[in-house]
């Protein structure tokens, strides 16, 4: 922690995939529990790396932070929100009746629910497999869909209920040293375990079980309303995310230097041209933007994984 007013986490990288998801998501979460505060984040080099820095939290309120921080994530256990169901294989017709249930409980006061569900899926263009009924189209951040006792929801529960302040503090504030057991959300480019990449075979998990950071996959959860989906065509649309034909499915995210609020940072999370094949930099920077991001969604065997990023 730093002077007076900002808190630097140092334990961030913002080129890693789930650690800017974890900054984002931290953002929301202090955002949430401090609405009476003017909370923002922006970005600063520092050990070689891009790292978030909070600013608008007064120097009486810094101890209490990470406790605050806690406190309001542990309230998402059992909301329904993350609780419907253990993946996002989904129909469209219940789909639509969680989406009308969301809306129904909607207010100017809490949007949490609509906004999770929102992100999720959309059941208004569903995909239809031979022998099936219509099911939704999904996020484009879905790492697995239940296959392999690997369950996209479910993890999320599990991390909602297991986390505690102290692998917050780790994930926020120290280097990730890969210490906490699994669930891990597939969105750390560590989390690729193709053979090829490792001295042993990966499909042994007694010789080489999953090692992930807990707190950093608990606070990207709180990012997931920041990415919407919304109907493209034929095809579901998850901010931030582009399909290149014959290439791939590819994730941009910027870095910027100024202290934004929540909702600026929501909106420049959608800018069109940070998806662009090469983005203009001057126009960047006139935006307070000085990185973008770029990785790759890759499929391995039967999950999803992001590789490392690079600049765009």
Not at 70 to 94: G, I
Not at 138 to 152: E, I, V
Request: charged share 20%.
């Amino acid at each position: 922690m730093t002077n007076r007013h900002e808190i630097a986490l140092m334990g961030i990288d913002g080129s890693n995939p789930l650690g800017f998801l974890a900054a984002i998501g931290c953002l929301r979460t202090i955002t949430s529990a401090w609405s009476d505060r003017q909370i923002a984040v922006s970005w600063r080099i520092s050990r070689g790396a891009w790292r978030p820095v909070l600013h608008g939290i007064g120097a009486e309120e810094s101890d209490s932070f990470l406790e605050v921080l806690n406190r309001t994530l542990k309230s998402m256990q059992d909301h329904p929100a993350l609780n419907f169901s253990s993946d996002l294989v989904v129909n469209t017709e219940t789909w639509r009746a969680l989406a009308q249930q969301a809306q129904a409980a909607a207010s100017p006061q809490d949007r949490t629910y609509a906004d999770f569900i929102a992100a999720f899926a959309c059941e208004s263009i569903p995909r239809t497999e031979r022998g099936m009924e219509e099911m939704v189209q999904d996020t484009a951040l879905r790492t697995m869909s239940g296959t392999g006792h690997q369950h996209f929801l479910g993890f999320m529960d599990e991390l909602v209920k297991s986390t505690e302040l102290s692998h917050l503090q780790a994930a926020l504030l120290h280097d990730w040293h890969y210490t906490d057991p699994g669930p891990s959300l597939r969105w750390d480019p560590n989390d690729d375990r193709r053979y090829a990449l490792r001295w042993g075979n990966p499909s042994n998990s007694s010789k080489s079980p999953i090692r992930t950071v807990r707190g950093a996959n608990r606070l990207a959860i709180e990012a997931l309303p920041l990415l919407p989906t919304a109907p493209s065509g034929k095809k579901l649309a998850t901010t931030g995310f582009t399909q290149r034909p014959g290439d791939g499915v590819y994730w941009s995210w910027p870095i910027w230097v100024v202290p934004l609020q929540l909702d600026p940072v929501r909106s420049l999370l959608a800018l069109r041209d940070l998806q662009v094949t090469n983005p203009d930099r001057r126009c960047a920077a006139a935006r307070g933007i000085a990185e973008i991001f770029r990785s790759q969604r890759i499929t391995v065997g039967k999950y999803r994984n992001f590789t490392a990023a690079q600049p765009a």
